[in-house]
Each structure stands twice: as C-alpha cells, then as structure tokens.
C-alpha cells in the first residue's frame, strides 16, 4: 500500500534536522566498528542522583496517596518549596500559587509556552546559537524566527542594537539565557538590566532559561532575571533539576515569575498532560533543601573538569577561556572547516564525540561544543588520542623554520 498520504503537519515538515538525532546513529555506526566512544556530545550529566534525595523518593513511593493522578498545577507542597528557594537564594518573594508551577523538566515548559503564546506569523527574537527549543518550540508554533547572531567580540551576549526597530516593534517573545548552553558565556547584571528595558519599551515578553542558576565557579553567582526590578511584569524564568541535582531522567523542573504568562501555560498544560508524578515532586522539595555543601561538591567537580580540559587543549593550540559557569567548553573549529566536518573528523579519528555548534542554529557554526561529562581520566584519554590523530588547533598561517 502506498502510503505516501501519510505526512507530518507542516509544523514538523518545517523544522530543521535534529543533529543530535544523526548523531545518534553516527555514534551507532562508530560503535558497531569497535571504536571505544568518549561521550562528550550531549548535555547529560554523569553523576548520581543525591542519596537523600532517592530516599526521599522510596518512601513516598510506598504512600499510596501518591499513586493517583497529581493535582495539575503541581503538589502545594513542591510549589512551596520552589519559591521558599527562590527566596533563599535571590532574595525574591514569589506567590506559591500564582508564581510559580512544576514542569516535566523545563523543555517541556519551554516548548509549551511558544505553543501557548505564539500565533502563526508572530515574530520571535531567539539568539543564535542557543538550546534548540528555544528556536524548535517557537517554529512548531507557527512563530517566524528572527535570529539574533551572537558573537565571540561580544562575548557571546546579545547586542540589543542589532535588533532593527521595525523588528522589535513586532516581536512578541524574546528568548534567553545566561549561563548559555553552548557557549558557556555569563551575563552580567547590567545587561539584564538593559534586556528588561528593552523588554518594557517594546512590550515582549521575556523568556529567561537559567538551567545553570548552580553550576558556576570561582564564586561566580549568577542573576535571575526576577532579581531585576520590572521584570515580573514581563517575564518568566525557567529552572530545571536535571543539571544541578543529577537529576535528569527525573523530569523536574519549573518556571517562575509573571502570573499572566503563566497562567497560559498552565491552562494549556492542564488540556495535554497531568505534570510530575507527585513521589518525584516530594522529592524534589528534597533536593531544593539540600545544604549548600552538595551543591559545592557538584560545582569542584565540574570546575576541576573544566580547568583539566582547558589546559590540555591549550597543548593542542586552543585558547579557551575559563566559563564562570556550566558544563561545558566552546571550542572553535580549526580555521577553513565547519562544525560538521570537525566534529566527524573528530569522530572518526578518535571515536569522541563533540557536539557540532550548527546543532544550535546558524550562529553557532565554526564551533563544536564538548560537555564535562566524563572523569578527568577519561577526558585525559580524549586528549591523549586528539594528540595522537593530530587534531589541534592551528591559529593562523603556519610558520615552519
Ligand atoms: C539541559 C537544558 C535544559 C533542559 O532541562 P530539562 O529540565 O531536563 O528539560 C533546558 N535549557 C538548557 C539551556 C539546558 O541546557
């Protein structure tokens, strides 16, 4: 039977490849010949989820209250715990009620809200390079993508003068987030002050992912977009426990900020699923009380991670700056070849697998991205084949004496 009639909503026709997906089975290919693979492609942290947070989720297990169907708007209790941190750690009062909502990890959250908020035609301001579905959730909606390209000069922040009034005028969302994945650049409170500004003249909302609102370094703490004032007017922001806690085939995350927004989100959430199962979000009150040594154990093994790659990679001709923040290395591309080519180069070569920057829109070709998600003696054993295959970075023309 011919069954070509069977086709995906132009929506889905409409979206990019997914590179991580072709990936995948480039990785399958590379691993059926025998290559023994460093993963250091996707964002997956390699740790464990925190012993007092497992037991927390045993026992409630074993209460049979948990077993039905949660409340839609999450557990009061996890709610409540969300903004009792937020407190603690911004300095900010959110309503448990209005303010704040469990999600199924923040991509979902991130997704829904372009299909809550965005009308076919509506113009989207979305950095580039960035997490795809901060670009994949808008197109699903319909919405029309006005990339802003980030620079290296820049370092890696949006430069709000580059967005043409005419366009600004018209965007009805604008996406972000510092700490970024992938380029692992931080921002400092002033540009959060100029991004609310911007924000308020123009009337769009905005849409902070601060995924990384723990994993900084070197006494660095970043901003939450709610410290700025006016910003709850406008926007919203979006935590996840995957990264900080070990957490993330746990699927738990929220969002916090502008009731308005919010509430379009939760009533949309309300029509396709019935959130995280309530056991999970007792334990994740578990893991947001968690004293702050957990938090800076998590933070000594990334940065020792970060410090070990950087070094061994400044042997092989690459100068990285040291991030202030997140899990990973934005390493440039060896002059004249793309993203693609070098991170199948690198594949090929060594059997390591590096994320190509293209994965994360247009902006970031030139550029692959590499997680710290392996131990330094792994990381150690990536470098040593990168040596052996004679893959280094050469800055400009070659002199040879
Ligand atoms: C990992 C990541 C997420 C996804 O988090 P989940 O809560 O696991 O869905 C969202 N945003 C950014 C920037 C990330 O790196």
Request: charge should be neutral; glycine fraction near 8%; hydrophobic fraction near 40%.
């Amino acid at each position: 039977m011919n069954l070509s009639w069977i086709k995906p909503a132009e929506r889905i026709q409409k979206l990019p490849p997914y590179v991580f997906a072709r990936l995948d089975e480039l990785k399958a290919k590379a691993r059926e010949q025998g290559l023994d693979l460093i993963d250091l492609g996707m964002g997956n942290p390699d740790g464990a989820t925190p012993q007092p947070v497992i037991e927390a989720a045993m026992t409630a297990l074993q209460n049979p209250a948990n077993h039905g169907y949660p409340p839609f708007e999450g557990t009061a209790n996890f709610r409540k715990a969300i903004t009792k941190w937020y407190n603690r750690r911004y300095g900010v009062v959110l309503d448990p009620n209005s303010e704040a909502l469990p999600l199924l990890g923040s991509k979902e959250g991130l997704g829904h809200l372009a299909i809550a908020y965005i009308n076919p035609g509506d113009t989207i301001l979305v950095p580039s390079p960035s997490y795809p579905v901060h670009f994949r959730g808008p197109i699903i909606a319909g919405g029309v993508i006005h990339n802003i390209i980030l620079k290296e000069e820049d370092d890696w922040l949006i430069d709000l003068t580059t967005i043409p009034d005419e366009v600004a005028k018209k965007a009805k969302i604008l996406y972000f987030n510092y700490p970024s994945n992938p380029t692992a650049a931080t921002a400092p409170r002033e540009f959060f002050e100029e991004i609310v500004a911007f924000a308020r003249k123009y009337e769009i909302m905005l849409v902070h992912d601060l995924c990384y609102a723990e994993l900084a370094f070197d006494g660095y703490q970043p901003t939450s977009l709610l410290e700025i004032p006016g910003a709850k007017d406008i926007g919203v922001e979006f935590h996840t426990l995957s990264k900080t806690y070990n957490m993330a085939g746990w699927r738990v995350g929220f969002v916090v900020g502008n009731r308005h927004i919010i509430q379009g989100l939760r009533t949309l959430k309300t029509n396709l699923d019935y959130g995280i199962f309530s056991a999970l979000q007792t334990a994740a009150e578990t893991a947001l009380q968690l004293p702050d040594s957990y938090l800076h154990e998590v933070q000594q093994r990334y940065r020792t991670r970060r410090d070990f790659l950087i070094d061994g990679l400044g042997k092989l001709g690459w100068n990285i700056p040291k991030s202030k923040a997140t899990m990973y290395l934005w390493v440039k591309c060896p002059i004249g070849m793309g993203s693609t080519d070098f991170a199948l180069q690198v594949l090929q070569k060594t059997g390591v697998v590096v994320t190509p920057g293209n994965a994360f829109g247009p902006g970031g070709e030139g550029y692959v991205r590499i997680s710290l998600i392996n131990e330094c003696d792994r990381l150690g054993e990536a470098l040593q084949r990168f040596k052996e295959a004679g893959i280094c970075y050469q800055p400009e023309a070659v002199v040879t004496a």
